[in-house]
């Protein structure tokens, strides 16, 4: 059932955000069209990925009228006018269930939107559904007992990751140009590198996140893209303060669309090919290290750092865990057999440890953010492989010969990024001899997306991706 390697994209399909936008403005294209092909993309789609948990597409059409109504009479429509955009089910969409992937969950639609759902709409896109999660985002992979397995266009046996499972698979498979996600422990990046495609979590507070996560102080909300400028694009238009959400960044939006296009001279970089504890497999380091070389030609040369960091799992584990098994205590105590039988052990230990674990867990948490401040004193960028293999096959929670309690461990380069903050990305760097795609991990200081930026969009320049799907889905 393997897809592996595709050819250039059809026209029409997994066309890019600003491209789509930019018809759209002119009248070449209408939102309803667009709409009406991206649902038949999907209904043709569905069926082998499974990566949506909710769809109406009488609603869907709706919004795009709506949209088109206000493009005919010269009203505001706002940038993304008529693009359409899909959700995780983590966050609320008014007209849609939000289930968080559990069986605990009730399935009642939403009367409010999420506050950057509310700015995509207020922007003028259309919300085309809500895409699959692993059970409360807690696991890196795209299955869960609500909606069952999500799988990776590329190899249909293989997992697409997760969390942001299904916003992964139906962008690599051309149903969308963009997704929204969350990224708790690397729930954007991880999907992103494994189905060959841009994903970023900017900086921590960058995009308001109202209603909170439980574990508020970990997740991201994070983009999914074919293209480093369509990311950029769509976060310009998330980003900035509101009142709801506590972390929310007062400070001005970064020009990240314009940092896309600036040169690279001067760039200070690290290279770490383990962060001083990860296992990457080495068909997977030899790409990453591949990747690094081709930064050479761009005029950055790299310096390898083989320590940056002590593994901070134990420390992200507890808060996210703790966090978790407080919002499920509940269900934990009256039903725990309708959760994921591999979330209990992990929501288990969370529950028995102390307040003084909790404590010396935070204190670890401040040492590595500051550890972190002082590297980047000397680097502008980190980078490392985004994961540590390549896809697995599906239904399995991690790789073969990883047997951890934590099925989180394995992400062994994303998890320490959610605990510092910092701007993260991935970014494709090629293809294992399966044909499944292998994503280079990009890591900025606080605050400095538009260096992020800079260096994804020229890698991209130099090596481009966004003209390829799946052969099983173009």
Known sequence: MGSGHGGE??????????????????????????????????????????????????????????VERQLASDGPSGPLAGLPVSVKDVLPVAGLPLRFGSRTTADERMHEDAVLVQRLRGAGACIVGKTTTSEYGAKAVGDCPLTGITRNPWNLERTPGGSSAGAGASVAAGVTAVA?????????????????????????????????????????????????????????????????????????????????????????????????????DPEVLALCERAIASFGALGVKATTVRKVMADPVDIWALEFYGALA?????????????????????????????????????????????????????????????????????????????????????VSYTYPFNLTGQPAASIPCGFTGEGLPVGLQLVARDHDEPTLFRAAAAFEAAQPWSDILPAGFR
């Open 9 to 66: 994209t059809e026209a029409g399909l997994a066309c890019e955000a600003r491209t789509l936008c930019r018809s759209i403005a002119k009248g070449e294209l209408s939102p309803v069209t667009a709409m009406k092909q991206t649902l038949a993309r999907l209904a043709v789609t569905e069926p082998r990925l499974n990566a949506f948990s909710a769809m109406d597409p009488d609603l869907a059409m709706d919004q795009a009228r709506s």
């Open 180 to 280: 929204i996600g969350t990224d708790g422990a690397g729930s954007v990046r991880i999907p992103a590198a494994l189905n060959s495609l841009f994903g970023i979590k900017p900086q921590f507070g960058r995009i308001p996140f109202y209603p909170l996560a439980a574990a508020d102080n970990l997740v991201h909300p994070g983009i999914i893209s074919r293209t480093v400028r369509d990311a950029a694009f769509i976060l310009e238009n998330l980003a900035g303060f509101d009142r709801h959400d506590p972390n929310s960044l007062r400070q001005p939006v970064p020009a990240l669309v314009s940092a896309c296009d600036q040169p690279l001279k001067g760039m200070r970089v690290a290279w770490s090919p383990t962060l001083g504890y990860a296992r990457p």
């Open 326 to 410: 407080k919002a499920l205590r509940k269900p934990l105590r009256e039903m725990p057999e309708m959760l994921d039988p591999s979330l209990l052990p992990m929501l288990e230990w969370a529950v028995s440890r102390s307040a003084a674990d909790y404590q010396r867990s935070l204190g670890r948490r401040k040492h590595l953010r500051e550890r972190m401040r002082s590297f980047f004193r000397d680097f502008d960028l980190l980078l490392t492989p985004t994961l540590p293999v390549a896809a697995f096959e599906v239904g399995q929670d991690q790789p073969p010969g990883w047997a951890n309690t934590n099925p989180m461990a394995w």
